[in-house]
C-alpha cells in the first residue's frame, strides 16, 4: 500500500499577484510567461524558481498542504 505524504502547494492571499510560469503562447515556444491569479488562487507547479519565495516573503501566498501518494 502506498504512503501518504505532504506535498506543499500554494494559494494566493493578496487580492492579485503576477508570476512567471514556464510555457508560452506560441506553438513550440519555451521560456517564462507571466499570468495573473486571483485571491483563493492555487500557485501552478510550473512557476518559475523563486518566485514562490518571493511571494511568500512578501505575505501574498499561504501553503496548503495537500496528502499525495507515494509508491
Known sequence: M????EVP???V???YVMV???????PGGNG???IGLYRDSLIP????????E????GGF???VPVAAEVA
Open 61 to 63: 501566498v499561504e501553503v
Open 2 to 5: 502506498a504512503a501518504a505524504t
Open 32 to 34: 517564462y510567461m507571466a
Open 20 to 26: 512567471k510560469c514556464a510555457g508560452s503562447v506560441l
Open 54 to 57: 518571493r511571494l511568500l516573503s
Open 13 to 15: 492571499t493578496a487580492p
Open 45 to 52: 507547479a510550473s512557476v518559475a524558481p523563486g518566485e514562490v
Open 9 to 11: 502547494t500554494y494559494r
